[in-house]
């Protein structure tokens, strides 16, 4: 079993931090994390959530943090997301994205927050109630009614077609299309360099946001598990 997750904390670090020291603490510990993973990975977002917004209860703070996580159980391999984090897995060359993003003119997402009484307005972006560019987020106390954490979950079955997996952050992925992150990656061998030439690449391409991005190169009998940021 093996676990990777990639966050983007926004208005403060603490919710990433937290989420970094409790999200797969706290997974590990679920009695059916190796029964039932899926419905384990979804009790422990929203209870993690619920854990950080408790421990900020008497806080002036109020931020957040999107979270995409995979864990690998054998050769099943699920993929977790909250937030515009995103997972893209390379079979056989071709870009096949793991996650969905949570923007709020998504239309599923927007019938959502309207249904529960919110709003999504323009305002140089689609947000919610004019403030937040995703739909879904750990922390946000203010607009937690909308903006929920609950995962949407994928499984794929892993076998020798695949070659690497990418998390990354919305930092990479606004000016990096799939298709590209992958033809990107697959120039390197070393998942380490391929880490860091996405972000140099986001960086090149005008990317305003933060910049974190994950490559797992699948080898079958292991993996190996690199990071870049900027």
Known sequence: MSDLIALTGHGGSR?????????FENLLKHPQFMTDTKSAISEIYKKTDMDFLDSE???YRDDGSTASTAVL???QLYVANVGDSRAVISKEGLAIPLSDDHKPNRTDERKRIESAGGVVMWAGT?????VLAM????GNRLLKQFVVAEPEIQEQKIDSEFEFLLLASDGLWDVVPNEDAVSLASTEEDPEAAARKLTETAFSRGSADNITCIVVRFHHDKAETHSAQD
């Open 15 to 23: 919710a990433a931090e937290y989420l970094k020291e409790h999200l």
């Open 57 to 59: 209860r008497n806080t």
């Open 73 to 75: 159980v054998g050769n």
């Open 126 to 130: 689609w947000r919610v109630g004019g």
């Open 135 to 138: 739909s879904r987020a750990f």
